[in-house]
């Protein structure tokens, strides 16, 4: 039988961020498939769609499911758990473009999306939710389907472990794509810079909406990309056009911050008109700190 490969969690859920994260839930606002706003109906494993996996047998359990082909060959009673349709199925969407490998200190914006990722997979799981994981860059790169098993969180921290940036990028089309693919309504997370076409970025989380899905939107940029804040002359390189300016950045910084201030607004005033929920980070900040801090607000106005 092949050896499972592992990962080290450790790299990507801190105990310390876990133990904090314990007591939290991602809750449904707007109505999904199998559940009423406002309200996150307590998924749980029965006995009649997907099969999940084995577990063993427990006093009480009927003896219909038991597995006995696995009786067979291990002498030990072993019962089917399948996935209930009724779980929530949640979909966490990596942009892995050139632009997401900058980082100006210790962690790169990928990194920082990923570390985000997987704790909000260990949390979906824990509450026994479905999620599934969709990396992309000017297309879609890989597409782990949503479960519900906790074993599936492993496959997930490989899958983050191994994804690098690439060159280009095309967040509008990835979203596209996604949501031509996605039939049954559900929670999309969206990890990303949105360093590209705000209006057709705009344009694919609207085809997300207009199909009924919940979208969260995580707006991750380094410190520096929002301060500009650099103090000696510097060539600035176009990470997915190759394009190099020669500059002395404190000429321009000004301008530069207000042009950025305008694109996080528009941003932000675009999500809050097609119910979009808007989360702005920078890399400086801790991770696990600004996760429990939206929870919590999350928790506070109902969702």
Not at 22 to 41: C, D, N, P, Y
Not at 215 to 228: C, G, K, N, Y
Not at 276 to 281: D, G, Q, R
């Amino acid at each position: 039988m092949p050896k499972t490969e592992k990962v080290d969690s450790r790299k990507y859920l801190n105990p310390e961020i876990l133990s904090k994260l314990s007591s939290m839930e991602l809750r449904a606002r707007l109505v999904v498939e199998g559940f009423i706003t406002g309200l996150h109906k307590s998924p749980y494993h029965g006995f009649s769609v997907e099969f999940a996996e084995h577990r063993q047998y427990m006093p009480g359990d009927d003896i219909k499911h038991i597995d006995w082909k696995v009786y067979g060959k291990t002498d030990r009673f072993y019962v089917k758990q399948f996935e209930e349709e009724t779980n929530l199925k949640s979909y966490l969407l990596l942009d892995a473009s050139a632009s997401m490998g900058y980082k100006s200190n210790g962690v790169s914006k990928l990194e920082y999306a990923s570390y985000l990722a997987s704790a909000l997979a260990y949390l979906m799981l824990r509450q026994r939710d479905a999620v599934g994981l969709v990396t992309f860059d000017e297309k879609i790169r890989r597409y782990l389907p949503p479960r519900s098993v906790t074993t599936y969180l492993n496959q997930i921290l490989l899958e983050l472990d191994k994804t690098k940036h690439s060159a280009k990028t095309d967040i509008a089309g990835a979203l596209h794509q996604m949501a031509e693919r996605i039939k049954r309504r559900g929670l999309l997370i969206l990890f990303s810079d949105l360093l590209d076409d705000p209006q057709r970025v705009m344009s694919g989380l609207r085809h997300f909406r207009h199909n009924k899905h919940e979208v969260i939107v995580f707006h991750i940029l380094d410190p520096l990309e929002l301060s500009f804040d650099f103090k000696q002359d510097a060539v600035f390189k176009d990470m997915e056009m190759g394009e190099e300016i020669n500059t002395q950045p404190w000429h321009i910084m000004e301008d530069y911050q207000r042009q950025v201030a305008q694109f996080n607004k528009s941003y932000k005033k675009f999500c809050l008109e097609h119910q979009i929920e808007y989360v702005s980070l920078d890399t400086s900040q801790n991770y696990g700190r600004a996760l429990l801090e939206y929870l919590q607000k999350r928790k506070r106005i109902g969702g």
